[in-house]
């Protein structure tokens, strides 16, 4: 991996923002994350529940990456009409699966509110840019839950390949869980986005 180590940096779209998150985030953050529809599937907070911590307010400390298991979060903003900050949409993190390997590992959730609208394409597509172009990564996957529909087309959109569904491998409030693996190449990236 190249530019190690990286501290989260503000990320702009056409129509969006991607900046690290915020103390200023959580409330927001947790109240689309906290429904129902969205928080099934969310298997990070399960387990910071079942250790004691406070879901996700943890998460807004990850900002830099050095070492594996190092991360970054970053809230989505859709920029006021003056350009200034506004609401707050979503969330997507990248984490460092392997420094050696050059592999990484994203994530996202976005309100509900904001589904088909292309929003999480964008940021996503951003935040993929961030990883093949900047750091230098040679792979990036996506792990999800498979009941999860919306996330699985996205990794479709962008062009991630299904390589691998783990049966049964996380206990969830007491029910066993499946994982659906997708990723993408660099060389695979690059031929999108030429």
Not at 109 to 135: D, K, M
Not at 160 to 189: K, P, S
Request: glycine share 8%; with cysteine.
């Amino acid at each position: 991996m190249k530019n190690l180590p990286y501290e989260a940096v503000e990320v702009s779209t056409d129509r969006l923002v991607l900046r690290p998150l915020t103390e200023d985030d959580i409330e927001t953050a947790q109240s689309y994350r906290n429904r129902e529809g969205v928080a099934r599937y969310l298997l990070w907070e399960v387990h910071e529940r079942e250790q004691g911590e406070e879901p996700f307010a943890g998460r807004r400390a990850l900002r830099r990456l050095e070492h594996d298991g190092d991360g970054l979060v970053f809230a989505v903003e859709m920029p006021d009409a003056n350009g200034g900050h506004s609401r707050v949409i979503g969330d997507m993190s990248v984490f460092l699966k392997s420094a050696a390997d050059a592999q990484l590992e994203v994530g996202w959730v976005f309100h509900p509110a904001v589904h088909g609208r292309g929003y999480a394409t964008e940021a996503a597509q951003a935040l993929l840019r961030v990883c093949f172009e900047t750091l230098g990564a040679h792979r990036v996957v996506a792990e999800l839950d498979p009941r999860n529909e919306v996330s699985a087309r996205l990794c479709d959109t962008l062009g991630m390949r299904r390589e691998g569904h783990y049966l049964e491998n996380v206990l969830v409030d007491g029910a066993w869980t499946d994982t659906c693996i997708h990723a993408i190449l660099d060389r695979e990236f690059a031929a999108l986005t030429t």
